[in-house]
């Protein structure tokens, strides 16, 4: 019978990393041992890769965990003895996916309203992108791309929905796996996906800025969180 049990529909990278932990505890997974690769602790757990992946990065941040190259991931060889609380924030793959539901429309009504004042600011905050000096520079500026796309809708409730977003972004989990944007194939993406935006708002086209806006997202979804099966894709 597996040690690993199907866990509820709450916070679930946090379920299944408490769960590794009490494993950990009780010494039925022991120190240097390598636990089952992804997708089969995904069926075992009863939820999605990305999900697993966030609980496995909770882990090692807790240091209860080690990825080694080649040996997929293993207990720490001296996991702490102390109790670890796992709220490392919200889930990157939650997050990825309400950005996909929201920004994609807030893109399209962007385009019927931006004047040539904000388009011009768009392309400001691409330079700035480009010339960032490190990862959190480039997130800062990043933010502010967004929000600004929002306010050149004119309604300040979608500008308070993206700015809560990404606020949430902001944590310790996310972090982590927001660091592979800043890796130089993912920025140049990032920059071009921007550019296509800003081109499509500067057309007034809302059809081609939903689109690039979904399109761009889609890429910070596989670079952060990864391939997701086809559920857990948003239509």
Known sequence: MSPFQAVDQDRLYERVARQVADLVARGDL?????????RELARMFGVSRPTVREAMIALEIAGLVEVRTGSGITVSDAPPSRVV??????????????RRMVEP???????TSASADHVAALE???ADLEASPDHRASQTVDRAFHVAIARATGNTVLVAIVEGLWDRMFSPLFEVVSTRTGLPENRR?????????????????PVAARAAMLAHLTHVQMII?????PAEEVA
Request: charged residues 20%; aromatic residues 2%; without cysteine.
């Open 225 to 229: 969180v990864g391939p997701t099966e």
């Open 85 to 98: 609380a796992f709220d490392a924030g919200p889930s990157p793959h939650e997050l990825i996916q309400a």
């Open 189 to 205: 993406m990032t920059l071009a996906d921007h550019h296509i935006i800003v081109r499509a708002l500067a057309a007034r086209d």
């Open 105 to 111: 429309e807030i893109a399209a009504l962007a385009a």
């Open 30 to 38: 022991k120190p240097g041992e390598r636990l089952p690769a992804e």
């Open 124 to 126: 400001a905050l691409i």
